[in-house]
């Protein structure tokens, strides 16, 4: 498959997870000033952990997460964070992409849908961004952690809300988690920043 077939099959299982998915299709509306723009590919160490690895769908999130890892051989996969801040292991077992947004492989100035993997036990640390966010789960699952609210163990069709600058957090176990989430509001291109005094 190319890479244009495997984003476009990736986008049209997300539009319809989007639509399925009541909490995600009242957060925003799906974008209609989608268009393709061909990025090169950044591979990262993650990939083959995600490919062997890649957590348990639901039926309802089995397409989605199929359509995903075709098109992970082809996304211009993320890091955002440096080693001093997240450590080694981190980087090797973790990475994201931008399905649609402001840089994405789709562009729209809308939202910004990004897909983001971890492995088995990983802490993700109080971390924050401007736009509000709400993060789905594709396969797999993890503890989400928001500031004075109780921690939620989340698995496929699971949504949790972020608010604009609420510092968050996340939890692997014994599971790898696959999210596909949804931006929305000002500062759609921003990268997430990590709390400073979680930082290691
Ligand atoms: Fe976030």
Not at 113 to 137: D, K, M, Q, S
Not at 161 to 168: F, G
Request: include cysteine; aromatic fraction near 10%.
């Amino acid at each position: 498959m190319t890479a244009r077939a495997a984003f476009h099959s990736a986008l049209d299982a997300a539009r319809d997870w989007h639509a399925a998915l009541p909490a995600m299709a009242a957060f925003t509306d799906w974008p209609d000033d989608l268009r393709y723009a061909a990025r090169a590919p950044v591979s990262r160490p993650v990939l083959p952990l995600m490919e062997r690895d890649p957590g348990h769908a639901s039926p309802q999130s089995a397409r989605l997460q199929a359509a995903l890892l075709a098109a992970a051989p082809h996304a211009e996969w993320r890091l955002t964070y440096t080693e001093e801040e997240v450590g080694r292991d981190f980087l090797n077992r973790f990475a994201w992409f931008e399905l649609a947004g402001p840089d994405g492989h789709f562009v729209t100035d809308q939202c910004r849908i990004t897909v983001a993997y971890w492995g088995r036990n990983l802490f993700y640390a109080r971390h924050w961004h401007e736009p509000e966010e709400l993060y789905t789960v594709v396969s797999g699952s993890g503890i989400f952690m928001v500031d004075n609210q109780p921690d939620l163990i989340l698995g496929p069709g699971d949504t949790r809300l972020h608010l604009s600058n609420q510092p968050h957090a996340l939890r692997t176990q014994n599971d790898p988690i696959l999210v596909l989430v949804i931006w929305r509001g000002a500062g759609l291109a921003d990268d997430p920043r990590m709390v400073p005094e979680d930082a290691s």
